[in-house]
């Protein structure tokens, strides 16, 4: 599918979506839970209907009601089917550690995007604590031969991939013996580790760890059944915000501002480049701003990149990103493709390993490969609304984390035309 976007005109008042990574925790703390829990307001996306397919096959009821799913959780068994994830790469690492405590041998597969992204340092981790399991040239699909876990200590880097920390956190209360995680380099994107600590301690999982957050302790413990409210989705929130710093005046609601969400961080940059935010309790109001150029390290926001570098791209001044580099093994080499889209229209980019530098400037109209990667689709949507002329390829593919961009778009004034 192509979006086709002129200049728009926006305004209006709009309600994030839920959050998609609280939404996939719920889940696997839910089937890690004997008993019922209820997810409250969970997001339903390509990645969370992929967690939810894959819980399913291994023996966990999930009921889904209007706005609750019911989780019937605690009972796994082992399937001769393989477990498809899709391109969910929270559904393949989580359930490659859940995996682990399942009586039998489990194998998981993934979609083309995800079957690029290697998977291996997590199995070693798990190999460090007596798990037998094997990857395809250290990418999926992966195999799990499980059972007891008998726990002990394992090491890591920190800089690869936080769901690989959050992970092995989800399955150490079921270890015989504890379970004690070492990093080996510092934690990046430290916010998601967080999020799964919050979300376990929803469930009644206490969890000791240090200030540097690279050393976690977790004694045998029991997940509690319980009743989850995921709240709101800072990530999808971000093209919301910027949408309306570019093009006219937007709120947002379900927002909580003291959230342990990294992308919240939108707020400050925001506000950093000149742009005129008001935030509320539960909500942050924006108004179209002439931006200024900024210098920001993204290493625990990394998905604002897409986002922040097409607002560099309409700002005064030369910007500065650093902490890019794991951006480069997510769907796409996110690196790579917004400087080649923002090349396209006529924006001067440089990348570097560790650095992407963009000067501002008036970009004109292209036609925008989205690598079949959401946050691209969605990031030069936005610019669209500015710059009009802008037709993106595979703009489907949004489905993945906010399946309504496109008429959330329309109604706060989009012109969006959408076409097979």
Known sequence: MKASISKSEIAGKVTAPSSKSYTIRGLMCGALARGKSTLVSPLASDDTVAATNVLKKTGIGIRKQKNNWVIEGGHFHATKDDLFCGDSAATLRFMTAVCSIIPGTTRLTAGPSLSRRPVETLLEALRQLGVNC????????????????KGGTTSLPGNISSQFVSALLQIAPFAENGIVINLTSPLESRPYVMMTLDAMQWFGITTSFNDNLDRFEISPQRYRPTKFRVEGDWSSASY??????????????????QSLQGDRMIVRFLQEMGASVITGRNSVIVRQSKLKAIKADLNDCIDLLPTMAVLASVAEGTSEFTGIERARIKESDRVTAVRAELEKMGVHVTEEPT???????????????SYNDHRIAMAFGLLGSVVGGIIIEQAECVAKTYPDFWEVFKKLGGNVKLDE
């Open 134 to 149: 094997a990857s395809s040239n250290e990418l999926p699909p992966v195999t799990i031969n499980g059972g007891k876990l």
């Open 355 to 369: 650095l992407l530098t963009i000067k501002g400037t008036k970009p004109k109209g292209a036609r925008i490969d």
């Open 240 to 257: 919301l915000l910027a949408l309306g710093t570019l093009a006219g005046e937007v709120e947002v609601n379900n927002l909580d501002t």
